[in-house]
C-alpha cells in the first residue's frame, strides 16, 4: 500500500469517526425532548355565573297582627232641622196670651165651644174652667135666642155688667166663642176691639 493511499484511508477514517460523532451529537440534540415549562392555572371548581339581574320585589304586606289606621268617612254636613209647627192647641193658647198682654184691663179669658167645653184659657188660679165654660154656653145660647126674638140678628156680642167688673162675650167663627172678664176700671172699647182681633185669629186657627 502506497503511503497516499493510506493516508487517505486514514484520512477517511477520521472523517468518518468525526462525521460519525457528529451525528450522534446532531442525533442526542435532535432526539432529546424539549421541554416546555407549563403555566399552572388556578383550579376553578365550575365557571362563574353571569351576574344576576335584579327583579322588583312587591311591596311587604303589614303584618296581620298590625291593625291600619282607620279612615276617618267624610260625613256630610247635617242640614238645619225645620223647626216642627206648633199644635192647634199652642196656637189657640198663644192667642189667648197675647190677649191678655196687650189688654191689661182683661183678668181672665177661655175659648169656649158652643157645646159648653172649654177650648182653651187663661184663669185666675181658683176659677172652674168646666163653670166658665157652662156659664159661657148657657148666656151665648140665650144672647142668640133673644137676638133671633127680637129681630136683631145674628148674635156677635153679649156685654154683661157687674159692680165688680165685665163679662163679655164675642162669637170666635161659627164654631166657639170667647169669654173675658174685664176690670170694672176697664175701657171696654179698647177692651171689644182687641177681643175682636182675637176672635178673628182664633176663627182662623180653627177652620
Known sequence: MSSA???EG??????????DEMLDETEDEVVAPVIVPEVV?????AAAPPPAVPTPQPAAAPPA?????????VQPEPEPATPAAPSRERRLADALDQLMQESFDVEASALVSLDGFIIASALPQGMQEDRVGAMSAAILALGERAAAELGRGQLTQVFIEGAEGYVLLVAAGG???????ARKEAKLGLVLYDMKAAADTIAEILR
Request: hydrophobic residues 45%.
Open 10 to 19: 486514514i484520512d477517511k477514517y477520521l472523517i468518518d469517526d468525526i462525521d
Open 175 to 181: 164654631r166657639a166663642v170667647l169669654t173675658v172678664l
Open 41 to 45: 392555572q388556578p383550579a376553578t371548581s
Open 65 to 73: 297582627d298590625v291593625a291600619e289606621p282607620p279612615v276617618e268617612a
Open 5 to 7: 493511499v493510506a493516508d
